[in-house]
């Protein structure tokens, strides 16, 4: 009789056509999360004119769906470390594509806030089971680089949507715009065929079958005997797996992901909302500074497959730390204007040191806590950040009102990026759990195969 280490077999896998299908399944899933991130900085202009809005009413619109997400990434996350991540992802995804796409039927302001709030519920619980659930599976030599790359989604859904304005809104209006955020929907029972459950959920559920398909498809020389045992991790079945985020001397470390979080989310989405209305008071024109927008997401796609390199070479914290700051820099000089191209330029880099940058530490985050605890650790410092996020358009949406000098408005922006640099330069390494040897964190489950490998197929 053996015991299967599930775990080393999974980090000690070369990446291959398994990988793959589960990482573009997140990369469309995210897609789409980072649509409705910069969905409503898109219409935001033009539902001020039609609807008579102030500033700050418009940004406590936006805030309502951050106020969902807060909730939905606290919640779903710990529920997703008790009923599984699959469960989790397939009733968010269509929590969050039924409301997105109501958005477009709202006739009011009240409606519609009602459900972007509801659609923020599901966007707030969907990224940080899909990153969790991918790093379950991920090689340990490409983990950081392939959760990072999976999540440039998020910054193409954010080029789609002004795209989209530019195009269709002055045919279609801005409703169409929350139209195609219904297609996610379309994908749901696909999903529940070809998505996999956590390993170490399906070793405590006891369905050893569907897990001997996933290994099998890992590492397809695998065979094992009647007698083999499973091995599932310590602390699996914690009643109440937030207390796991303290543990082990990581407190410290968990209130400085969390100020990271908040801080670099309040510019993400800050920005999102309301860098076309500072372009436009900066004498742009509507189209021009929707196209801001695209720059922004395209540098977060370019920033973060050249800084997740940097991270698997060196390592997440030193790279972020940096990047934080270069994103600070860029954001104060972007409001003393200059040439076209350099505030291009400046935009291209605000967006691989912001939205980037949350790229990289979801991707870090997800490998310092253990994985019984990877769906609350995401959940819990995405609710956090979600709160920044929430923040971040009303906090613009103050500063315009007070009609001060531009690079105010963008020196405001860029000091939570100072903060969130000096918090990720006081996480310690040393408590993180890739640092810990396997066997320290691992227990037999009694769990006998009962069939081999190929039988299992």
């Known amino acids: 009789m053996a015991k299967v280490n599930t775990a080393e077999i999974i980090s000690n896998s070369k990446f291959n056509r398994f990988h793959l299908g ?46 969902g997400m807060m909730f939905g990434a606290i919640f779903f996350g710990i529920l997703a470390d008790k009923i599984g991540r699959k469960s989790v992802i397939l009733i968010t995804l269509g929590l969050f594509s039924l409301f997105t796409l109501l958005c477009g039927f709202a006739e009011t302001p009240t409606m519609f806030s009602t459900y972007r709030f509801l659609a923020g519920l599901g966007l707030g619980g969907i990224m940080p089971n ?16 392939l959760v990072s790359i999976m999540l440039t989604s998020y910054s193409v859904g954010g080029i789609i949507a002004p795209l989209f304005g530019i195009f269709l809104m002055s045919s279609l209006g801005w409703e169409s715009i929350f139209w195609f955020a219904g297609l996610p929907m379309l994908a749901l029972p696909l999903l529940i065929k070809q998505l996999p459950e956590g390993a170490n959920h399906l070793i405590k ?20 005997t009647k007698q083999d045992e499973f091995m599932a991790l310590k602390g699996a079945d914690s009643k109440v797996p937030v207390i796991g985020l303290f543990k082990e001397k990581r407190a410290l470390s968990t209130f400085m992901f969390w100020i990271a979080f908040f801080s670099c989310l309040l510019m993400v989405y800050g920005l999102n909302t309301w860098l076309p209305n500072l372009m436009i008071k900066a004498g742009y024109a509507l189209n021009s500074s929707l196209a801001f927008l695209i720059v922004l997401q395209g540098g977060a796609i370019i920033g973060t497959l ?28 972007l409001g003393f204007g200059g040439h076209t191209l350099f505030i291009m330029l400046l935009v291209a880099i605000a967006g691989f040191a912001t939205i980037g940058a949350q790229y990289i530490i ?4 997800s490998q310092y806590y253990p994985a019984q605890i990877r769906s609350t650790s995401l959940g819990v410092a995405s609710g956090v950040g979600r709160t920044g996020g929430m923040l971040g358009p009303i906090f613009g949406g103050f500063l315009l009102s007070l009609s001060l000098p531009i690079h105010l408005n963008f020196i405001a922006f860029a000091i939570p990026g100072v903060i969130a640099a000096i918090a990720i ?5 040393k ?3 890739y ?22 197929i």
């Open 362 to 365: 979801n991707a870090y985050l």
């Open 22 to 67: 589960l990482a573009i399944w997140g990369f469309l899933i995210i897609l789409f999360d980072g649509y409705d991130l910069a969905v409503y900085g898109t219409v935001v202009p033009v539902l001020i004119k039609e609807w008579n809005l102030t500033t700050v009413e418009a940004g406590a619109m936006g805030s309502y769906g951050l106020f």
């Open 130 to 145: 899909v990153i969790a659930l991918v790093t379950d599976y991920a090689p340990k030599s490409t983990n950081i680089k």
């Open 205 to 224: 559920r006891g369905k050893k079958d569907k897990l001997l398909k996933i290994l099998s498809r890992i590492n397809p020389d695998l065979t094992f």
């Open 425 to 429: 330069t006081l996480v310690p390494e």
């Open 306 to 333: 050249f800084i997740s390199q940097l991270c698997e070479k060196y390592g997440s914290k030193k790279i972020l730390m940096p990047t934080y700051i270069s994103g600070a820099v860029a954001l104060t000089l």
């Open 435 to 456: 640092n810990k040897l396997s066997k320290t964190d691992e227990e037999p489950a009694m769990y006998p195969i009962e069939s081999k490998a190929e039988d299992a």
């Open 431 to 433: 408590y993180a759990d």
